[in-house]
């Protein structure tokens, strides 16, 4: 698994010197124009918002201002793709440094957080699998 994370973070560097591109019906006129028309309101930490579903996963743009509690997904597996910004994910035991292009995967019942150290918003492409059809994050002990 370990190998895998590895090569998934090594490909996406690579190709981190443009902002990654997501084909999705309700982003086609961009993630800029999404985000435009669905911003977080005033005091508003994380804003997501479903932008797409299969049988196997939901996709969801998720604009983060400061930072997540610590939590876990029960039954959802997570695929994270940092689409602008940047920050810090603690996962388990580790402190990831995530910025644009990269990607992370997070196992159900894995302990994390996201933090924001940009002075913009991050936003990210995250994937529920299987999809996401009711609240599934339960808080944790962390920071």
Known sequence: M???LVLLLAGALACARRAPRV???PLAGGTDAFVAAHPLAAG???RIDEV???RSASYHLVQVRGGESPHRHETHD???VVLAGGGTLDLGARRLTLDAGDVAVIPRGEAHWFTNRGRGNALALVVF???LDAPDSVPVAGR
């Open 23 to 25: 084909d999705l019906p």
């Open 2 to 4: 370990r190998g895998i």
């Open 44 to 46: 508003q930490n994380i």
């Open 129 to 131: 699998s299987p999809p």
């Open 78 to 80: 997570l695929t994270v």
């Open 52 to 54: 797409g579903r299969t």
